[in-house]
């Protein structure tokens, strides 16, 4: 069974351009999560769905920053316009909201702003 | 957020050396966490502790959730390079997972 698959793994941008952000979580998860890792900061939940349904986007930075999750199978985090203060690594994660607390990570987008 | 601090921070050891991190909060916790990430990949879930005083043990592992359930520790006998990674604790309330700054570990061969 494939893991969480994210895309791109790696993303160079200029500062103002947009950037979004893909995720597939494993089929059969009903939860999906959005981190943004980083250094300064470590890894922080940018936001969550249940159900394709946002539930909490407390931690989202600013209205620069969206997710979207059409389906079950897909999920987006979009960027408009990005800053080089955005330079971070972006996970995506997915699990099931009943039983075990495990939740499965995605290898990351490695995103630098210029 | 409550808070969730790791120490040391870096910690680069030998081979077969033994080390303890530690996974502290002031807060008080239903369950503690323990991820590790190796370089370029998300993190991955070793194990979960759930009792005050509970030990759990995965190989070289050993875990430990304190009696007052406010912090943990993961102790590594002899430590191989392939435990060479970075070391999260974190907790969750519902779907809210906070994670620990982490410690990162390097083992030298």
Known sequence: DA????????????MGQEVTLRCKP??????????RQTMMRGLELLIYFNNNVPIDDSGMPEDRFSAKMP????????IQPSEPRDSAVYFCASRRTSGSYEQYFGPGTRLTVT | T?????????????????LTVYCNSSSVFSSLQWYRQEPGEGPVLLVTVVTGGEVKKLKRLTFQFGDARKDSSLH?????????????CAHNTGNQFYFGTGTSL????
């Open chain 2, 76 to 88: 590594i006998t002899a430590a191989q390079p392939g435990d060479t990674g970075l070391y999260l």
């Open chain 2, 106 to 109: 390097t083992v030298i061969p």
């Open chain 1, 71 to 78: 389906n079950a199978s897909f999920s987006t985090l979009k």
């Open chain 1, 3 to 14: 893991g969480v698959i994210q895309s791109p793994r790696h993303e160079v941008t200029e």
């Open chain 1, 26 to 35: 494993i089929s059969g998860h009903n939860s999906l999560f959005w981190y």
């Open chain 2, 2 to 18: 409550q808070l969730l601090e790791q120490s040391p921070q870096f910690l680069s050891i030998q081979e077969g050396e033994n």
